[in-house]
């Protein structure tokens, strides 16, 4: 994976305009390891240029990108190193590139020329590169066009390795520098990238594992990681802190999201028992007015039917009214009449048969009484007929 990564850097870095250059590359959050210390390995031979070594970043961290000595694309050319920016929220690694001017690259003191602003090693003239002795490594290598002035740095000397942030440097370009950014620029070579790949896959490059003190600082070759040509840092820039590294970056972010995880679980929870309290307070309020009004409901009913019922069993043991006075009533010498009965009215007593004696006939008997109901009044007994001639008996 990490392999096809960086093979489509390089293609990606073949396709993007060269003016864009400067401003590509990935973004972190921590801050990388401080420049080690180590001495630059002999020049291979007359036309190869030194371009300095920097911390890279991959899957598992930063690792070291040795220093080496590159043959330039073409004559005239210088190289602009690249350096890692604090952008407001991340560092991102700017890209360095090829072009007539050495542009900015952050005020980072990479050294061997590269001081932080411009270039003292060297310079072209009439198509030759002019090496200055004082701070490249020519050894007893036979180089027509040396000289030998010393460079002075204008910049704080340290081993920082970023701009900007918390302890970066706070170099800003100047308008010279400015210039150059914007002039035509050519991509690191193939064999520059060849190089960046292979320190990428080299598990002692990591930070991590050599604690900013990498066992290849430089070498004579790109691409070359042994042999009398690769030289050992003498020291850390500064002490290497374990936070820095990818591993300890992307357990710190695992953590942070399983924080962030367990706080939004809290809530969710906390928010759950609300509503389900919220809920059963409301249910239960529910349920009291309910049974409010079925309580209420019920004593209405038992009053009501309380009532109805005291009021059937008061009409019940009141006795019944008797008749007031009216016209219909008798006079004092009639006898009150009766009420009527229920039944069939009395019937005449039957006549009795003719006696031998010549009697007069026997008054009528008098009709029983009717049945009756309740509260019915006894039924007057009927008037008296009047004596009938005496008959004479059949011959």
């Given amino acids: 994976m990490r ?8 293609v990606l870095m ?15 959050t921590i801050a990388p390891p401080a420049l080690p210390i180590y001495t630059q390995p002999m020049i291979p031979s007359a036309g190869y240029m030194w371009t300095p070594g920097y911390w890279g970043n991959g899957d598992e961290g930063y690792f070291w990108v040795p220093g080496t000595w590159v043959e330039p694309p073409e004559a005239g050319l210088l190289w602009t190193p690249g350096y890692w920016g604090w952008g407001g929220d991340a560092f991102a690694w700017n890209e360095g590139y090829w072009g007539a001017q050495v542009g900015f690259y952050g005020g980072v003191n990479y050294g061997f020329g590269y001081g932080g602003v411009g270039y003292g090693g060297g310079y072209w003239n009439n198509g030759g590169f002019y090496y200055n002795t004082s701070v490249n490594n020519v050894g007893g290598v036979q180089i027509t066009n040396v000289y030998n002035k010393t460079v002075i740095n204008e910049t704080t000397v340290n081993h920082v390795s970023y701009n900007g942030g918390s302890g970066g440097i706070t170099a800003r370009p100047t308008a010279a520098e400015e210039t150059a950014m914007h002039g035509q620029h050519t991509p690191a070579t193939a064999m520059q990238t060849q ?21 290849i600082a430089a070498t004579a070759k790109p691409g070359e990681f042994s042999g009398s040509g690769v030289v050992a840092a003498k020291e850390a820039g500064a002490p290497y802190k374990a936070t820095e590294s990818k591993t ?3 357990a710190a972010a695992n953590k942070t999201a399983e924080d962030k995880a367990t706080e939004n679980k809290a809530a969710e929870n906390k928010a759950a028992a609300t509503r389900t309290t919220e809920n059963k307070a409301a249910a239960d309020k529910a349920s009291e007015n309910k049974a409010t009004e079925n309580k209420a409901a019920e004593n209405k009913a038992a009053a009501t039917r309380t009532t109805e019922n005291k009021a059937a069993a008061t009409k019940a043991a009141k006795p019944m009214a008797r ?4 016209s219909s009533k008798p006079t004092a010498t ?16 039957p ?3 003719a006696a031998s004696r010549p009697e007069a006939a026997p008054h009528a008997q008098p009709a029983s009484h009717p049945v009756t109901t309740a509260h019915a ?12 001639p005496e008959e004479k008996p059949r011959q």
């Fill in 14 to 28: 073949m396709a993007v305009p060269a003016s864009l250059f400067a401003q590509f590359g990935v973004s972190i």
């Fill in 3 to 10: 392999t096809s990564r960086f093979l489509l850097l390089a």
């Fill in 248 to 250: 300890t970056e992307k």
């Fill in 195 to 215: 190089h960046v790949h292979a320190a990428s896959t080299n598990h002692a490059l990591l930070a991590s594992v050599n604690q900013g003190r990498p066992a």
């Fill in 323 to 326: 008749p007031t006075a009216d």
């Fill in 377 to 388: 009044q006894p039924a007057p007994p009927p008037a008296k007929e009047a004596a009938k």
């Fill in 351 to 353: 006549r009795q048969p």
């Fill in 334 to 349: 009639q006898k009150p009449a009766s009420h009527p009965a229920t039944t069939a009215h009395a019937q005449p007593a």
